[in-house]
């Protein structure tokens, strides 16, 4: 109420950033993409630009078992509390399969702290959506969540805890709707999941869709949702199927018109943003051509809309392309971005990681050959109609 009548409302704007330096301590094995340190390299980078005297910034807390079964099932955080591994040597080989949650496979293994890594990464998202909630914050940023893919007794695709769940959770407790969108190259399947059956959130994700070759493979733009009309949750989940090689020109024509079709209609009060780096240009698992300009624009584009927004991380395995996006993408929350250098400073710990010492490089400065781009024109036309088409559903 506070928020939409502007009571209370502090002068100025306020960019909260939530982190936990305990986070990028854990590691999920040597051969395994997920580098928690890549949150370390943003931070630095971050730092270095002098972007932490722009906003407040918490050292995030862990959440509690309590937080943490506000979604998931207590049996499942039970065995998560208590499977982690005594110390051993990092790598794969070190497998404990424990089929039990989908646990300790070489996608979700167990390893030394996971509790404590999972409840970092909930806390921190879970204390960004308060301060929203609070109206302390207009942007609030925890790079250290955006794990999409947590079922609720289930870890799946390196995501043990859901924390965008949790955070959403919280902000319907002020907001009667919120908007999810999801820019990380895999479908955000477990967001769409967890509010499958309520018309109070919308979720949009952005992925390459290949139901045989590509995680998690769900995700067409034909599923909307619950298909009983008699079922609030239809017609609630966007999908937006997208081949390999997409270009910055391509994706942000598409982002921007879908998502000013979206709030039209669903008039969310907050939005929830997931910026998984793993759509970028160069990922080690990615597939698109994105560079940070692109990908940040959504975020350019989120932070106009002059709504309540929690921006959290996810994938992304080049970690100094990560950085690059996570950093400028926090310049464009405290609204530095036409100001700041692009060239990285010379101060910067690891800069030396940064071999190319730009924080916008070219297509031709990330890749020797551009990948292919299978998208075209006629597809990303028939998905907007259909999203339009589903649209006509939504709203009074
Ligand atoms: N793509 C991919 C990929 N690579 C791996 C992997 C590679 C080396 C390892 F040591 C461990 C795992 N797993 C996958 C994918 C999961 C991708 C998860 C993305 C997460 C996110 O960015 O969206 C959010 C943080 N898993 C699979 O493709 C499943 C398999 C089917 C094939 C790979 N093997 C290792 C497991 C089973
Ligand atoms: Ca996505
Ligand atoms: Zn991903």
């Known amino acids: 109420f506070a928020h939409e009548h502007g009571i209370n409302k502090p002068k100025g704007y306020n960019v909260s950033f939530h982190y936990n330096p305990e986070m990028e301590k854990h590691h999920f094995g040597m051969t395994h993409p997920m580098k928690p340190w890549r949150l370390t390299l943003t931070k630095s980078l971050v730092s270095a630009y002098g972007m932490n005297f722009a906003m407040d910034n918490y050292t995030a807390r862990a959440a509690t078992y309590e937080e943490l079964t506000a979604y998931h099932a207590s049996d499942y955080v039970d065995h998560l509390a ?7 040597p990092l790598d794969m080989e070190n497998l404990n399969p424990d089929l039990k949650f989908n646990l300790g496979g070489s996608d979700c293994p167990l390893f030394e702290g996971l509790y404590n890594y999972c409840s970092l990464s909930g806390g921190a998202s879970l204390d960004a959506a308060r301060k929203l909630c609070a109206n302390q914050s207009d942007i609030a940023i925890a790079w250290g969540g955006g794990l999409h893919h947590a079922k609720k007794a289930e870890a799946s695709g390196f995501c043990y805890i859901n924390d965008i769940v949790l955070a959403i959770l919280q902000l319907l407790r002020v907001h009667a709707r919120v908007l999810y969108i999801d820019i990380d190259v895999h479908h955000g399947d477990g967001v769409e999941e967890a509010f499958f059956s309520t018309d109070r959130v919308m979720t949009v994700s952005f992925h390459k869709y290949d139901p ?3 995680f998690p493979g769900t995700g067409a733009l034909e599923d909307n949702g619950p298909k009983s009309e008699h079922n609030p949750g239809a017609h609630h989940a966007i999908n937006v199927p ?3 090689g997409i270009t910055d020109e391509q994706y942000t024509s598409l982002f921007e018109n879908i998502i000013t079709k979206v709030i039209e209609k669903f008039r969310p009060g907050a939005i929830a943003l997931q910026c998984g780096a793993d759509s970028l240009a160069g990922d080690r698992l990615g597939k698109f051509n994105l560079l940070v300009q692109g990908h940040s624009s959504c975020v350019e584009f989120c932070k106009k809309l002059n709504l309540p927004l929690i921006i959290f991380g996810g994938g992304g395995y080049t970690p100094k392309n990560v950085a690059r996006a996570w950093t400028y993408e926090t310049a464009i ?12 400073p010379i101060h910067t710990p690891w800069r030396d990681r940064f071999k190319i010492d730009t924080l916008l490089p070219t297509i031709q400065q990330i890749l020797g050959e551009p990948r292919q781009n299978r998208n075209t024109q006629k597809k990303l ?4 109609q259909h999203v339009t088409e589903q649209l006509r559903f939504v709203g009074a």
């Open 242 to 244: 997208l081949n390999d």
């Open 212 to 214: 045989l070759n590509f």
């Open 333 to 344: 929350a405290i609204g530095h971005q036409h100001h700041i250098p692009t060239q990285i």
């Open 82 to 88: 208590t499977v982690a591994p005594q110390p051993q």
């Open 381 to 384: 036309t028939e998905i907007v």
